[in-house]
C-alpha cells in the first residue's frame, strides 16, 4: 500500500517552491551586485511560476483525501513536514542562512537545495502509484532547470 499519492507530493513541491521564493527573496536583498539582485529577483519569479505550473498539475489530479481527525489535519501535516523536514526547513535555513554573505554562497545554498529536491522527489516516486508517476517527473524536470541555470551562473561568479 502506498503511503502517499502524486497529489500529496505535489502539494508538498507547491511548499518546497514557496519556501525556495522566500530565499530567493532574502538572497536578492542580501547581494551587492545588480546583476545578482536581478537573478535573485528572477530566481524568485521562477519558484512563483513553478509554484503556478506544480498547482495545475494539482488542479487537475485525482485526490488523496485521508481520514482526519479535524478538517484541514493532513494539509497541516503536508505543511509542517515541509517547513520543518525537507528541502528549505525552518532549521537548514537559520544555520545555513548565517553563512550566505555573498552571491556565491548564496547560490551555493540554492544549487544544494536543488538538489535536495530532485533526490527528494526522486525517492518519494516509489512511494507512489505507478500511474502517478508522470506528474512527479515533471516536477524533477522542472527542478532540474533550475539547477541547471544555478550552475551555469555559479561559473559566471567564480570564473
Known sequence: MNSFEASDIVEIAIRIEENGSNFYK???QIAKQEDAKKLFADLAKAEVAHKKFFEGIF????????????????????????DNNIIFTKEAMDKELAKVKDTVTAIDFAIRRELDSILYYHEIKRLVPPAQHEAIEQIIDEERKHYSLLTEVKKRYCA
Open 59 to 82: 488542479a487537475k489530479m485525482e485526490k488523496h483525501n485521508p481520514t482526519e481527525s479535524y478538517d484541514g489535519e493532513y494539509g497541516s501535516y503536508l505543511r509542517n513536514y515541509v
Open 26 to 28: 532574502f538572497a536578492e
